[in-house]
Antibody, heavy 123, light 110 residues
């Protein structure tokens, strides 16, 4: 059974870079037909897609954050990562990683999700 | 502000049927299938409906999805207290080349 687990710093200072990693177990980040996504949820608010990276290593980002986001994959460790630079308090959120399907009726489906990790931006 | 419009709240009593709407545009719902996610309090979202009206294994048939034009709906029949959660619609958006989420609907079971 595929499982995802986020890890990283829970507290980041304004203007610095947020860095998170999602470890994948029970499956491979190199599996064809899937990409690996990051989604966030500010406290008390809705979900926002940040971006994804194809199994081939090609990333796509939400245009609203494209200038600040980098998603990469480390096949040797079977994990993928998120970097968000120049953070502000508005970036405080629970950050989720998820597997995204890219085939047939499952295109765009996020399943499964990690449990999420809260990142607070504060000095 | 999401490009998809969901009512912020919905409610019903046990046993009732409730529907949650999701209104979009030609670049998302109008040209792509819709997925729905359920987020229980304090938990990560979980896939509830995919491809407009398909249920993943393990999701009760009390949950159903439909779509017409640029709008989609999630229906929950035989409402139960454990259905109290936030529900999000999420189609692919061709202009984003990525998925977009509705603002979410908080369902309260009275």
């Amino acid at each position: 059974q595929l499982q995802l687990q986020e890890s990283g710093s829970g507290l980041v200072k304004p203007s610095q870079t947020l860095s998170l990693t999602c470890a994948v177990s029970g499956g491979s980040v190199s599996s064809a037909g899937y990409s690996w996504s990051w989604i966030r949820q500010p406290p008390g608010k809705g979900l926002e897609w940040l971006g994804y990276i194809y199994h081939s290593g090609i990333p796509y980002y939400n245009p609203s954050l494209r200038s600040r986001v980098t998603i990469s994959v480390d096949r040797s460790k079977n994990q993928f990562s998120l970097k968000l630079n120049s953070v502000t308090a508005a970036d405080t959120a629970v950050y989720y990683c998820a597997r995204q399907a890219n085939y047939g009726d499952f295109t765009g489906v996020f399943d499964p999700w990690g449990q999420g990790t809260l990142v607070t931006v504060s000095s | 502000q999401s490009v998809l419009t969901q009512p912020p709240s919905a409610s019903g009593t046990p046993g009732q049927r409730v529907t949650i709407s999701c209104s979009g545009s030609s670049s998302n719902i109008g040209s792509n299938t819709v997925n729905w996610y359920q987020q229980l309090p304090g938990k990560a979202p979980k896939l509830l409906i995919y491809s407009d009206n398909q249920r993943p294994s393990g999701v009760p048939d009390r949950f159903s999805g439909s779509k017409s034009g640029t709008s989609a709906s999630l229906a929950i029949s035989g409402l139960q207290s454990e259905d109290e959660a936030d529900y999000y619609c999420a189609p692919w958006d061709d202009s984003l080349y990525g998925p977009v989420f509705g603002g979410g609907t908080k369902l309260t079971v009275l």
